[in-house]
T-cell receptor
Framework: GAVVSQHPSWVICKSGTSVKIECRSLDFQATTMFWYRQFPKQSLMLMAT?????????EQGVEKDKFLINHASLTLSTLTVTSAHPEDSSFYIC????????????FGEGSWLTVV | DAKTTQPPSMDCAEGRAANLPCNHS???????VYWYRQIHSQGPQYIIHGLKNNETNEMASLIITEDRKSSTLILPHATLRDTAVYYCIANRDDKIIFGKGTRLHILP
């Protein structure tokens, strides 16, 4: 079964509103989680690293005020897309792993966001 | 992370073994080789990973060359459900950077 779970699986929101996506590690603690975005027919693009108890680290070109990341516990990271616009419509995916070199990295099922 | 090179697409007949190559000639000693696949509209699925030795699990086998500069993922008996994009990654931490992968088509 899934060891990393995302919620919701899909969401439709109106332009200008904010939407929150959750990523949970189900049977392990993850001090670090990662958020990706994927547009149709493209590969996954890393957006940011979510660090438990500290600020997220964003990849170049990703707006930190647009994509708010909170990692308040060792099993939960949230991504909030603020003031969403149609161009933010995408497939958002998170990943997490048990701490340690060479450990398996698991991905969530993904969350489809459509902004209308 | 070391750069990996994969063919953009491959075909394989159903029931045959699918052999997916990956070149990682700049891999460093502490980087593992990971394989993931992504079926349409789903999150990436872990397949297998290894450091030096060949590995096998219920899904696939991973053959790593002795110099570690390339590897092959083997799906022993491909089915239509194995149609997906397969990603080969050389990595030493949790942060995975995806390339374009290989789109594997299983032909009935």
């Amino acid at each position: 079964g899934a060891v990393v779970s995302q919620h919701p699986s899909w969401v439709i929101c109106k332009s200008g509103t904010s939407v929150k996506i959750e990523c949970r590690s189900l049977d392990f603690q993850a001090t670090t989680m990662f958020w990706y975005r994927q547009f149709p027919k493209q590969s996954l693009m890393l957006m940011a690293t979510s660090n438990e108890g500290s600020k997220a680290t964003y990849e170049q070109g990703v707006e930190k005020d647009k994509f708010l990341i909170n990692h308040a516990s060792l099993t939960l990271s949230t991504l909030t897309v603020t003031s969403a616009h149609p161009e933010d419509s995408s497939f958002y995916i998170c990943s997490a792993s048990r701490t340690g070199w060479g450990n398996t990295i698991y991905f969530g099922e993904g969350s489809w966001l459509t902004v209308v | 992370d070391a750069k990996t090179t994969q063919p953009p697409s491959m075909d394989c007949a159903e029931g045959r073994a699918a052999n997916l190559p990956c070149n990682h000639s700049t891999i460093s000693g502490n980087e593992y080789v990971y394989w993931y696949r992504q079926i349409h509209s789903q999150g990436p699925q872990y397949i297998i990973h290894g450091l030096k030795n060949n590995e096998t699990n219920e899904m696939a086998s991973l053959i790593i060359t002795e110099d570690r500069k390339s590897s092959t993922l083997i799906l022993p008996h491909a089915t239509l459900r194995d149609t997906a994009v397969y990603y080969c990654i050389a990595n030493r931490d949790d942060k995975i950077i995806f390339g374009k992968g290989t789109r594997l088509h299983i032909l009935p």
